[in-house]
């Protein structure tokens, strides 16, 4: 399947003009490839990228509890952006799930290759993401406030 096949089916790319997705399925260097158990993040690591998955699923999980999967992601997950972001260390690790995932690797000298009006449009992106992260943050916390007042 072609790049821009898999980029038209991802809710992060939905805004992306078709000649965007050409233009970002045109740097292969972006996309990696990953087998199941393969890391592709490593809790302690610098954030100099995050990634967009492409195909396929991830599992998070901390080094301290290697046996237990905090979270599945699936195709269309957005990973390590906090640590990119931030240039922080990362505080948890992303392995393949399963053979054959794809990621789409982005770096600051990725996003500038890819120029601004596409690096504006991921960065619209992480903002949107962002905020309904922290929109449904907020719904937990009062959900678990009104359910402690009632309890």
Request: no cysteine; proline share 1%; aromatic share 6%.
């Amino acid at each position: 399947m072609e790049i821009i096949d898999l980029l038209d089916k991802i809710s992060f790319f939905s805004t992306f003009a078709a000649r965007d997705k050409k233009r970002i399925a045109e740097m292969p260097q972006t996309f990696v490839r990953y087998d199941k158990d393969e890391l592709i993040i490593q809790q302690g690591s610098m954030g100099t990228a995050f990634f967009v998955l492409i195909r396929g699923q991830v599992h998070i999980i901390k080094e301290e509890q290697p046996n237990t999967i905090l979270a599945t992601l699936k195709t269309g997950a957005v990973v390590g952006e906090m640590a990119f972001l931030t240039k922080g260390i990362r505080v948890t690790s992303v392995m393949a799930a399963e053979n054959g995932v794809v990621v789409m690797k982005l770096t600051d000298q990725i996003l500038e290759k890819l120029g601004s009006e596409i690096r504006e449009k991921i960065k619209d992106q992480l903002i949107l993401l962002l905020v309904e992260r922290v929109d449904n943050m907020n719904k937990a916390l009062l959900r678990h406030n009104t359910n402690e007042k009632m309890g």
